[in-house]
């Protein structure tokens, strides 16, 4: 029989995971054609605790083939990555995705098709119908830098025009699938005061840099299921304009 310090243990232990799981539902997925709109917690200056860029290898794993990210640090995975992740055929070394992640505050969620019933029908001004699903709290914006860098250039550009990141709400739409993917990252000029409960949970977010480590640098499941989509259902990849332009058909 177990005494009183072993079930206490293995109750530790299980609290512990269950909090290094909760990680993994506080990302951001978009499909083709969502857009989010977001105040972002990061303000980008020197020292911000709530951006941090990193890499990964990812890859393929288990039998549903979800994509799998393991964290590099100091050029090497933390945990084993296939061979073939790694390497090229011939022997060489593949460099690992390079990705930046910050902290934001995500009001909500523009999709293409209805996949969950709470969404609202809205119409924008040229007559386009979206479903708007609202959040309105905090999620991880992660993002590979891009080619040419040029995912993190559309952020540098925000923050050499205002000066911060965190004045106004951007917005970020996703066109495309697969390789053809492109995200765009706008400025909607639009302020937005959080409710006092969230400001104070500023305060309180993880630094980015623990809570990356916690989910890509442990033995955690963070692979991305093919079906995720939104944030609504916490599972685990935006048409330019302003939400507030769109029409409530309710």
């Known amino acids: 029989m177990s005494g009183i310090s072993m079930i206490q243990d293995n109750l530790n232990k299980r609290t512990t995971a269950m909090s290094t799981q909760s990680n993994s539902g506080k990302e951001i997925w978009l499909k083709d054609g969502d857009q989010v709109f977001m105040l972002p917690a990061a303000t980008g200056q020197e020292g911000d605790p709530h951006l941090e860029e990193f890499e990964v290898y990812e890859f393929q794993s ?50 293409n098709e209805k996949r969950v019933d709470t969404w609202e029908e809205v119409v924008s001004p040229t007559g386009t119908k979206k479903y708007k699903e609202v959040v309105n709290d905090f999620k991880v914006f992660s993002q590979k830098f891009g080619r040419g860098n040029g995912n993190w250039g559309q952020v540098v550009d925000i923050y050499n025009e205002v000066g911060t990141l965190n004045k106004f709400v951007l917005s970020v739409k996703r066109r495309g699938a697969s390789i053809d993917t492109t995200y765009t990252v706008t400025n909607t ?39 995720a989509v939104s944030v609504d259902d916490d599972k685990i990849c935006p048409f330019n304009g302003d939400l507030h332009n769109y029409k409530s058909l309710g």
Do not use: C
Not at 67 to 73: A, F, H, P
Not at 93 to 109: E, G, H, M, N, Q
Not at 193 to 221: C, I, T, W
């Open 62 to 111: 288990g039998p549903e083939k979800r994509i799998k990210s393991v964290l590099v640090v100091d050029g090497e995975p933390v945990e084993e990555v296939p061979s073939e992740a790694m390497h090229w055929e011939d022997g060489r070394r593949r460099l690992p995705s390079r990705k930046f992640a910050l902290w934001v505050y995500v009001t909500d969620i523009l999709h």
């Open 189 to 227: 000029n639009k302020e937005h005061e959080l409710p006092e409960d969230k400001q104070a949970e500023v305060k309180n977010l993880m630094p980015m840099k623990e809570y990356l480590n916690q989910r890509y640098g442990s033995s955690v499941d963070t692979s991305v299921p093919d079906t």
